[in-house]
Every structure is written in C-alpha cells, then in structure tokens.
C-alpha cells in the first residue's frame, strides 16, 4: 500500500486552489485538481507546478469536470480514491451571484452536496476527510461583533445563502455519517493571484495600470465596506491544518482587525507614490460621483480623476461589517496570520505594477495592448 497522500482539490485553478496545491505537493501529497473545460487556458494559477503526464511518478494530475455534474464527480472520486477532499470550487463572486442566482445555488450549493454524496456512495465516507470552503459572508447582516463559530448566520446574497446549505450539509454529513468533514469559516483573503474583480485586486490592478498610464481612472462601489483580510497563503495552510485533527470541527479563520475599502485605495496608492486627496462629493456630468483625486500619479495631470463611484457596483443588498475572532483556531490549532494587510497589499501592488510596466513597454514599442475589464463588476 502506497504511504503518499492523496488530495483532490475542486476550485484548483482558482487563488486558493494554487496555493492549497503548492502547499500540498510541498507536504509530498499527490494532488489531483478538478479544472473545468474553458474555451482558453484556464490554467495560469497552476501552469508553474504544471507536471507532463507523460512522464512517470507525476505527483500534480488535473481532470476535466464540474461540480454541476455528479456523475463526472463520483467517476473522479472512484478513480483517485482520495485521502482528503477539498471543496473550494464556487461561482465565489457576491456581486455576480446577484446576476446568476440560480446557476450559483447550483454549483455552490448543490456541489457540495454532490461531492459529499459521491464519497458516501463510494463508501468512502469513513477513509476521505472532507474541507468545505465556507465564508464570512454567512454572516451578512453581523448579529454580533467580532464574529465567531457561535455567531449567528444572516446571509445577505444569493452566493451566501448557497454558502449556507453547503454549510448545514457538510455539518449534516458529519452528524449523520460520521464523516470526518469540516468547515472553515474564512475572512476575505487575497494575493497577488485574486480574481481580478475583487475589491483589492480590483484597486491593486487598476491603480498600477493608472500609474502606467494605461487607464484614466478607477470605477468603484461602497468605499465605506469594512473587511477583515488576510493572506491567502497563511489561510490554505489552515484549511489543511483542520483536516490533520483527531475530531472534525468547524473553524473561524480571520486576522480579527478590519479595515475600508477606502484605506486599502490609500495604501495601495501610497506604495505607488500617488498622492490621493479625499474631495467633496459632487456629481459630474456623467452622473458618477467623484470622491477622490489624485494629483502626483505619473501620467496623470493635477487634478486628474482616479476613482469616482459608480453606482452600479453597489450590491442590491450589502455586507457593510465583518471582522472575525480568529481565537479557536489560534488556541486549538496554534494558528496565527503571519502576513499583514499592509504587508500583502505591497506584495499585490509591485506584482500588478510589473504586469503593467510590460504592458506599457509593448504600448511604447507599438504593439496594441488591450486592457482586460470585465464588464460589471
Ligand atoms: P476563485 O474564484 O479564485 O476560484 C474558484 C474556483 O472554482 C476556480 O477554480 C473556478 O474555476 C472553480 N469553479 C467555478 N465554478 C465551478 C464549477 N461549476 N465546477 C467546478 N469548479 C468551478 O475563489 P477563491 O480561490 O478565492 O476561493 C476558494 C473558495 O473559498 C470558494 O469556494 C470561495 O467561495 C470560498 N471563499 C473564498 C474567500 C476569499 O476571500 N477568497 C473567503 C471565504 C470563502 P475557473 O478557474 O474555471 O473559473
Ligand atoms: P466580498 O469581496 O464580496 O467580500 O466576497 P469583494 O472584494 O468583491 O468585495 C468586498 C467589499 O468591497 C466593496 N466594493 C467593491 N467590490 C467589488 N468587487 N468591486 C468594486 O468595485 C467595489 N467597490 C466597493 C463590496 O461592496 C464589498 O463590500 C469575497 C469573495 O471572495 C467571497 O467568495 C468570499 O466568500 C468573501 O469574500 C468572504
């Protein structure tokens, strides 16, 4: 019987798939990632651990599925028989989960029932321990401040109540088959490898391609949101950590110090030299509203607008608070945030404005350089 273990990660394409694979191969595991087809490459997160399958002993294997698709899941699950399952795969956006409300119930929620009834079906359910990527968001409208495992959910948007189901049902599977499955409660966490229509990465990017001058400004919504954010790499470490415990439970993971949307823009701007200045609100002619300028970016002229509010980045129902109580993780598992906000908000600045330098190198030199912006978001 072979010692090496066996992980299978849906979501591996996406930020915490990457890092949770990285770490994972470190450990010596075998992981197997579930990718969905694409009509491009989807593979970018993953492409520097990428290994030939023509080649013997590969240790990081990727297969073609979904977690609409039960039968494609319970054919993977027979074939790598794995040790540890984690289900990070989700329509993880909040916003668009507003525009796709059934489609993310599907995926989000029913994936997971899905995955847990495929390893049951198996007979798995005593040898496979299973993660389920839970969230924050289950919070919503925050009965209590700071939240912890005890706090009360009041989700706030389609994606969190399909959040809610995915996190009843892993409780349930435990209870009623004695699975060993467990549900981390994260915090926003983020990295250089965010989707690109996240709030940070969203600021990160598109304040490095200003400085560039490669855009004019920054369309944003709420900048009064509060969020708790840590690193994603110290929070996959975590979601491993609670599957090597003798008993499954469900944990907080959090820094338990929040911040604005508006303060990540200031550091973020400071780490680019750019100089912000808060304004008066007024409307321009376009019916946005100007917030605030900037006037020593680069290419920009004094007086230049960096961000102004669009309204329809607002969401139909908002999460304006969260901050979480990270202490059962810390005293039980000895876990602790080793990267700052600051510390990660400088680490996605310089790589976005790398990106954007090469963008604007090829512009200089005459190549046409579209800047990818994702409508809506
Ligand atoms: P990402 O959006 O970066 O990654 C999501 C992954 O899920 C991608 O690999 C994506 O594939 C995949 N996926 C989407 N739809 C399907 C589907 N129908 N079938 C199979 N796979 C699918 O999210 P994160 O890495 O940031 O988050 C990981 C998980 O943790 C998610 O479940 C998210 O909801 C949850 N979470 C995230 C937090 C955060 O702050 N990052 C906090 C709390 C919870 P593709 O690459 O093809 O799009
Ligand atoms: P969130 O993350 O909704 O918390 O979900 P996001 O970064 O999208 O928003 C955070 C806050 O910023 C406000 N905001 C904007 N958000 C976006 N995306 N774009 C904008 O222009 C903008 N302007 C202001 C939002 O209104 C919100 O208050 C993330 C996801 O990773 C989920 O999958 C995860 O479960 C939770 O974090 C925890």
């Not at 840590?230 to 929070?235: C, L, P, R, T």
């Not at 973020?268 to 509203?289: C, H, N, P, W």
Request: charged content about 25%; glycine content about 8%; hydrophobic content about 40%.
């Amino acid at each position: 019987m072979s010692q090496v273990k066996r992980a299978l990660i849906t979501g591996v394409t996406g930020q915490d798939g990457s890092y949770l694979a990285e770490f994972l191969l470190a450990k010596g595991y075998e992981v197997h990632g579930i990718k969905r087809r694409a009509s491009l490459f989807n593979t970018q997160r993953v492409d520097h651990i990428y290994e030939d399958p023509h080649v013997d002993n590969q240790r990081f294997k990727l297969h073609y599925g979904d977690l609409a698709d039960s039968s494609n899941l319970t054919r993977i699950l027979a074939e790598v028989r794995p040790d540890e399952v984690y289900n990070l795969g989700a329509q993880s956006h909040v916003a668009v989960s507003f525009e796709a409300p059934e489609y993310t119930a599907d995926v989000d929620a029913l994936g997971t029932l899905r995955l847990l009834e495929a390893i049951r079906f198996l007979g798995l359910e005593k040898s496979c321990r299973f993660y389920q990527a839970s969230t924050s968001e289950l919070y919503g409208l925050v009965q209590e401040i700071p939240q912890k495992e005890t706090t009360p959910f009041y989700p706030r948007s389609p994606y969190a109540v399909a959040k809610l189901y995915a996190y009843w049902i892993t409780v349930n599977y435990r209870e009623a088959y004695g699975m060993y499955a467990c549900n981390g409660i994260l915090f926003n966490h983020e990295s250089p490898r965010r989707g690109e229509t996240f709030v940070t990465r969203k600021i990160t990017r598109g304040l490095a391609h200003i400085a560039q001058g490669l855009e004019q400004g920054l369309f944003m919504g709420n900048l009064d949101a509060l969020r708790d954010w840590g690193h994603a790499k110290d929070y996959v470490r975590m979601q491993w950590m609670m599957l090597q415990q003798e008993q499954p439970q469900d944990y907080v993971i959090a820094t338990g110090v929040q911040y604005s949307v508006r303060q990540f823009i200031q550091w973020s701007a400071q780490e680019l030299g750019i100089t912000m200045r808060f304004e008066g609100q007024g409307v321009d002619e376009k019916g946005y509203v100007e917030s605030i300028a900037g006037d020593k970016a680069p290419a920009l002229k004094p007086g230049d607008c960096i961000v102004r509010i669009d309204p329809r980045y607002f969401r139909p129902a908002e999460v304006e608070t969260l901050l979480g109580d990270p202490s059962k993780a810390k005293t039980q598992l000895g876990w602790v945030p080793e990267i700052t906000v600051q510390e990660m908000c400088a680490e996605m600045v310089a790589a976005d404005l790398q990106a954007a330098r090469r963008l604007a190198l090829l512009r200089k030199h005459g190549h046409e350089v579209s800047v990818s912006r994702e409508a809506g978001q």
